[in-house]
């Protein structure tokens, strides 16, 4: 559900039941030009409907954040958004991207960290694995920065 959809009688009502946080991040630079730009946003929308749709009414979507910072301070960035998101109320907060070099900086304080391994996989198998995660951590098993 994306949190534009969300009414105020409805947040008040189920807000112990939309209890993730889903955080996009496009990790764009400015250097891309518009296809490359529009690749990176199909891919995230993509990686955005095997978490999305299939855990409708639990999982709240943000909006994405576009625009990459310095390395230094793009986690400390990242996760300043993921202590404000906490405070409103969110149990777990997943933070999605499909770019692979993220895997270089630390996201720690993220519940789960979702992103594409190097080697590609196919669509149903990137599926499963990620619902696999999800649900591991709903179920208070570890899943923190892991790559799918």
Not at 110 to 126: C, I, N, T
Request: charged share 30%; net charge negative.
């Amino acid at each position: 559900m994306k949190f534009s959809e969300i009414e105020i009688n409805l947040w008040d009502e189920h807000r112990e039941y939309l209890d993730t946080c889903l955080l996009p991040f496009t990790g764009l630079t400015g250097e891309e030009n518009p296809m490359e730009t529009t690749k990176a946003l199909e891919e995230l929308r993509d990686m955005l409907d095997l978490v999305e749709i299939p855990f409708n009414g639990r999982v709240v979507t943000y909006p994405t954040v576009h625009f990459h910072q310095e390395e230094e301070q793009l986690a400390s960035y990242l996760n300043n958004i993921r202590l404000n998101l906490k405070k409103q109320g969110f149990t777990y907060l997943i933070l999605i991207t499909h770019q692979t070099e993220m895997d270089k900086l630390k996201f720690q304080e993220f519940d789960l960290f979702l992103m594409p391994d190097e080697k590609e996989q196919d669509l149903v198998s990137l599926k499963d694995e990620i619902s696999n995660k999800v649900q591991a951590l709903w179920n208070n098993k570890s899943g923190k920065g892991e790559s799918v």
